[in-house]
């Protein structure tokens, strides 16, 4: 009789919040025999689903092969393997290599999704990314450092949009950040930094453009930080009027209400 295997789970941690996790993603925790979390991100407050037995490593330091090599030989022993990624892994995961990987090997896997950061910060600020009449759309991106990015989503056209964008892994490069936004959103614009969402030490901190690299310096906030931005940002902040949407207008009609 062959052994039986189990399919590699790829969970979305959540932000940092272990009760932001899925149910879905909980549940797969709290059934693995091995759990591989990313250390540099996830906290090992995570951990706190998995059971006694089962054993769990920080691939903090390991690299692609180690990390797979890990998952070849429990996979291979019939244990119960759940790769766990900070937010949601296909989000600035590097989950692709792995799953490519993996398939080399004819090892099957199942990603479970996860809350990241940009929507926990949001949450946190109590702001909605998309206001009737004033934007529509949201843009997750990073600015070009030591992973560079495709010409054509250069931050610099990007921010042409001036749409709600939340800026991811730039913290390091918010002089340059700055200098961006100011060209296209103005540099009396509303921003806001969301620090380590979702961890004990949360913090968001609303500023202007013009002042972003300095409320970065002098509130110390140079590590897992998001640079929130947009009239979005204007409104969660100033809690002023805005323009109601037609969903929950009395006067429009659609194929659940009537006109009143």
């Known amino acids: 009789m062959s052994m039986e295997t189990y399919p590699v789970i790829f969970a979305g941690a959540g932000p940092g919040d272990p009760d932001l996790i899925t149910v879905k993603g909980q549940k797969a925790l709290a059934t693995a025999d091995l759990i591989i979390y990313a250390g540099s991100l996830v906290p090992e407050a995570l951990l706190k689903w998995k059971r006694a037995e089962a054993e769990a490593f920080n691939s903090a330091?390991?690299?692609?092969?180690?990390?797979?090599?890990?998952i070849r030989k429990a996979h291979g022993q019939g244990k119960r393997v759940v790769r766990?990624?900070?937010?949601?892994?296909?989000?600035?995961?590097?989950?692709?290599?792995?799953?490519?990987?993996?398939?080399r090997f004819d090892i099957t896997y199942q990603v479970i999704p996860g809350v990241t950061a940009a929507f926990a910060a949001a949450a946190a600020m109590g702001m909605e990314y998309t206001l009737p009449e004033v934007t529509q759309t949201l843009i997750l991106t990073r600015i070009s450092g030591r992973t560079p990015v495709p010409e054509q989503e250069e931050l610099e056209r990007l921010a042409a949009h001036q749409s709600s964008m939340a800026i991811y892994l730039s913290i390091a490069h918010v002089k340059r950040v700055e200098e961006i936004l100011g060209v296209h959103y103005g540099?009396?614009?509303?921003c806001a930094v969301a620090y380590k969402v979702g961890h004990p030490?949360?913090?968001?901190?609303?500023?202007?453009?013009?002042k972003l690299s300095y409320t970065v310096e002098t509130e110390k906030l140079n590590r897992q930080a998001l640079i929130i931005v947009g009239k979005a940002v204007a409104a969660a902040r100033d809690k002023g009027d805005i323009i109601?949407?037609?969903?929950?207008d009395a006067g429009f009609a659609h194929g659940f209400r009537d006109k009143k």
Do not use: C, N, W
């Not at 330091?61 to 890990?70: A, F, G, K, T």
């Not at 900070?86 to 993996?102: C, H, K, N, V």
């Not at 540099?187 to 509303?190: D, G, L, P, T």
């Not at 109601?244 to 929950?248: G, H, M, N, T």
């Open 244 to 248: 109601k949407s037609k969903l929950y």
């Open 201 to 210: 030490e949360e913090r968001i901190v609303f500023t202007t453009v013009e």
């Open 61 to 70: 330091s390991m690299d692609l092969e180690e990390i797979v090599d890990m």
């Open 187 to 190: 540099k009396e614009s509303a």
């Open 84 to 103: 766990l990624h900070t937010g949601d892994p296909s989000l600035y995961g590097a989950i692709f290599e792995q799953m490519r990987e993996l398939e």
